[in-house]
């Protein structure tokens, strides 16, 4: 396990990894270091067995400002296409990752940064929390799933006017439009994110892998091919040693322990 990074903090406690994005000088914007930083983190803990889900947060002023301006500053045209920026494993490593990923934001989280919350599992916003993709207002647009995930999130109407506008939208707005799971005070932020983490890192490893692939199949494909996934992994959950335990500890009124976590 890398231990040094210089972008980003990691930390675990029993079975949650945390990860805190930590460009304070610069609002954690997402340069090409961190990204590469952030995606050696995700992967080294997705493939830790001590762990069984990931919290991705930043500071209380910001998740993440997006993309660094001053790195895209100097690129033009072939730059950016050459590399096929921004493919690097970074910006997908949360995508990749088999376990469940927080991200728990607080401030801005904007253009790349609202697109890396996106990217995450779920995500949890304190009341401070300002989601928006601005990159219209600099002269470019959304390069890593703003325009996919964001019309997905919260539909056709809400995401044209946000990438079209840069309007920035608030914690309750991110939860009415169905963005966020919840909105808790700022100060409760990381412990309700890692509590959240927590529970669900108590539960068998193997099914909650097998979740997050079909609640992400959702937003992948259409709805017969979805079901027909769904179908088949909640068939191969009868194959665990887990669901064995889970339904003889419910029958026995007892609570579960789980073999694989
Ligand atoms: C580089 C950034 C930055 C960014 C802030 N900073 N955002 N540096 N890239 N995205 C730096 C500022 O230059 C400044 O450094 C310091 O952080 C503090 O920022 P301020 O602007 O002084 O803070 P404030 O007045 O509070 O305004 C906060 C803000 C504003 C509203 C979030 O910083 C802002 O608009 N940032 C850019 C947001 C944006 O356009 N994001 C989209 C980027 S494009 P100094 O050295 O001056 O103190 C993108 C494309 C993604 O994400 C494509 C796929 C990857």
Redesign the pocket.
């Known amino acids: 396990m890398r231990m040094s990074y210089r972008c980003i903090l990691i930390e675990s406690r029993e079975r949650v990894a945390l990860i805190t994005l930590n460009r304070p ?3 954690n ?2 340069s090409d270091e961190l990204m590469d930083e952030l995606g050696t983190a995700i992967a080294e803990f997705d493939g830790d067995d001590g762990i069984g889900c990931l919290v991705i947060t930043g500071s209380d ?2 998740f993440a ?8 500053q100097a690129q033009n045209f072939f730059d950016v296409f050459r590399r096929d ?2 493919s690097a494993a970074g ?1 997908s490593a949360a995508r990749r990752a088999r376990k469940p990923i927080i991200a728990a934001v607080a401030g ?1 989280a ?4 609202c ?1 890396l919350a996106m990217a995450c599992d779920l995500i949890i916003a304190a009341d401070t929390a300002r989601f928006g993709q ?2 219209i ?2 002269g ?1 647009m ?3 799933g ?1 325009t996919q995930r964001l019309a997905r999130a919260v539909g056709k109407s809400k995401a044209m006017e946000l990438c079209l506008t840069g309007r920035l939208m608030d914690a309750a707005e991110a939860e009415r439009a169905g963005l966020v799971s919840r909105v808790v005070p700022a100060a409760e932020l990381l412990a309700e994110a890692q509590q959240t983490a927590a529970t669900i890192a108590s539960h068998s490893l193997p099914i909650t892998m097998m979740i997050k692939e079909a609640v992400n199949e959702a937003f992948e494909t259409g709805l017969r091919e979805g079901l027909q996934l769904e179908r088949r992994l909640f068939q191969s959950t009868f194959a665990t040693e887990d669901h064995k335990e889970g339904m003889a500890a419910f029958v026995a009124k007892r609570a579960p322990k789980f073999k694989h976590r």
Do not use: N, Q, R, S
């Not at 400002?65 to 895209?72: M, P, Q, S, T, V």
């Not at 904007?110 to 940064?113: F, N, R, S």
């Open positions: 000088e610069a609002l914007a997402l002023k910001a400002a997006g993309a660094d301006i001053k790195e895209l920026f921004p910006w801005y904007l253009g790349g940064g697109e601005p990159e207002t600099i470019t959304p390069g890593a703003g």
